[in-house]
């Protein structure tokens, strides 16, 4: 038996690296998905150390899953220690909602996260108002795939971490891991999403791991479009306040212990909120968010 990570995840097989030292993929095993192990309700992602044994020059058994840093619903990824959570100024037009969301995803497990704003190219004036947004909470870039600004920042906060791309259908996120990899030919520069269904002509419809030669892993993931946004959450608990990093000074302030800041009096968030201390699309997202979350709950039964 040898160990290695699933790097890739394609039509019902799951493609593991043996042996990657500095970041070279050394021999990539493909492995039959159905037939896997399950157990402890465990399916394999991309990203997990697997235990494998071959069976012959390409094929290989997947025998177990080792103990995970973390794992994610949506996107489908294990081992992240970064969201790039990414987010275009326009075209498609930014879902402050859905980043959010992302965000909150992170939170929750516990992983880094940073803002991506890509297409500064398209409309410096967009791009700027949501980096405001998010300065002060998590590192944010602005940033073009087009012209390569911000491409220098980018490749320092990924610098030898296990980073995964997360954001809408179209934002760019293959085409600014293709500026990091220099595999050029991922990403043929389309100009335009499609009119008709808002995904990038060469849309991702796989999670896959690219390796650069520090040893940095970049997972590309699918996008999502905005009608799955309201699915985007891993989330199980009700009231996700404390997955909004800037409510925590707050949190202790109001005059109810298990105030859910929205209808209650004297709310120190949502003071906090007319103070212009707490974002109001950062607000707004969590009202969506615990509705959403209730929704959920409320369809169980
Ligand atoms: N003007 C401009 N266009 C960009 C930029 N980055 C990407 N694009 C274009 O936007 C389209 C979508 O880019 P992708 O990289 O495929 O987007 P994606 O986020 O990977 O999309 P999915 O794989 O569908 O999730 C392509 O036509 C790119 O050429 C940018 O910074 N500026
Ligand atoms: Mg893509
Ligand atoms: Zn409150």
């Keep these: 038996m040898t160990e290695g990570r699933i790097i890739k995840a394609l039509a019902g097989y799951y493609y593991v690296a043996v042996s990657c030292t500095d970041g070279v993929y050394g021999k990539i095993y493909q492995c039959r998905g159905r037939g896997i192990l399950r157990h402890d309700g465990q399916s394999p992602l991309v990203g997990d150390l697997v235990r494998v044994t071959p069976q012959d020059e390409e094929e290989a058994v997947v025998e177990e899953i080792l103990p995970r840093v973390n794992a994610f619903i949506r996107p489908p990824v294990a081992n992240v220690d970064l969201f790039l959570v990414t987010v275009a100024a326009a075209d498609p037009a930014p879902s402050l909602d859905l980043t959010d969301r992302f965000l909150v995803t992170a939170e ?30 998590y590192p944010v870039l602005l940033l073009s795939a087009k ?42 520069v389309t100009g335009d999403v499609s009119a008709k269904t808002r995904r990038g ?11 650069l030669a520090d040893g940095t892993m970049l997972y590309d993931t699918p996008g999502f ?28 302030a109001c005059r109810f212990d298990d105030c859910v ?28 968010l615990r509705n959403a979350l209730q929704e959920a709950e409320r369809n169980k039964y």
Excluded at 125 to 136: F, L, N
Excluded at 163 to 184: D, I, Q, R
Excluded at 201 to 211: G, N, P, S, Y
């Design 108 to 137: 929750a497990a516990r992983a880094d996260a940073a803002v991506l704003v890509n297409k500064d190219d398209l409309s410096p004036a967009a791009a700027k108002r949501i980096a405001r947004v998010y300065e002060g909470i």
């Design 201 to 211: 002509k060469h849309t991702t419809r796989h999670v896959e791991i690219h390796a």
């Design 225 to 252: 479009s905005s009608f799955e946004a309201d699915r985007a959450s891993d989330l199980t608990e009700e009231t996700p306040d404390r997955f909004f990093p800037e409510f925590a000074a707050f949190l202790g």
């Design 261 to 288: 800041h929205e209808n209650e009096p004297d709310c120190a968030v949502r003071l906090a909120v007319e103070d212009g201390k707490i974002g109001r699309s950062r607000y707004q997202s969590y009202v969506g």
């Design 147 to 188: 012209t390569g600004d911000g491409v220098e920042a980018l490749r320092r906060l990924v610098c030898g971490r296990r980073c995964a791309f997360a954001g809408a259908s179209g934002v760019g996120k293959t085409s600014l891991l293709a500026l990091l990899t220099g595999e050029s030919d991922l990403v043929h």
